[in-house]
């Protein structure tokens, strides 16, 4: 099994993982990614700025997820605290195709992103959030060792003022260091 970075040769397979995940999450009564988010722009988007990483296995594409780096926009107003005040990474788009639910796919993901960030200098933890019903992948963000650190405007919110807020997490990989 591999983790890297999605060519443009692969949004077709990518969209289809999205789209399961829609599905998965209206049949579970979870109004996560049902709004039109994301979309084909939102995905083509991810890949052309290379944030776009996919689990791939013997050709075929099994899940993917967009890792962003810099600032990101629906962290900033945190109802809560963040457990660094350092640079970070970001996780957006986690899906995991229907084919191969079970094999804990979305953890190997996670696994191969925190292995890139720990080679990486200027990272300090990694950020996710998810909708408050999306049980599901509470508990595969928790498992990776993520910790609850309180809730954010969904970047996919159109009227922010009138919508349900996300549960934030974040995983510290690197401890800052301690200048004397």
Known sequence: ???RRAQIEDFNAIEQIIFEGKELLAKQGVNQWQTGYPNAESLMNDIVNGWTVVLE???EILGTA???DG???SYE???GQWLTDGPYLSIHRVAVSNRHHGRGLAQKLFEGIFNAVEKMDNVQSVRIDTNPLNLG???VIKKAGFVETGRVVPISATDPSN???NYAYERVIKQPMLIA
């Open 163 to 165: 919508v349900v807020m």
């Open 1 to 3: 099994m591999l983790m």
């Open 137 to 139: 992948m509470q508990h």
């Open 57 to 59: 296995e013997d050709g």
């Open 71 to 73: 600032l990101d926009t």
């Open 66 to 68: 967009a890792v962003i």
């Open 77 to 79: 107003n945190l109802d």
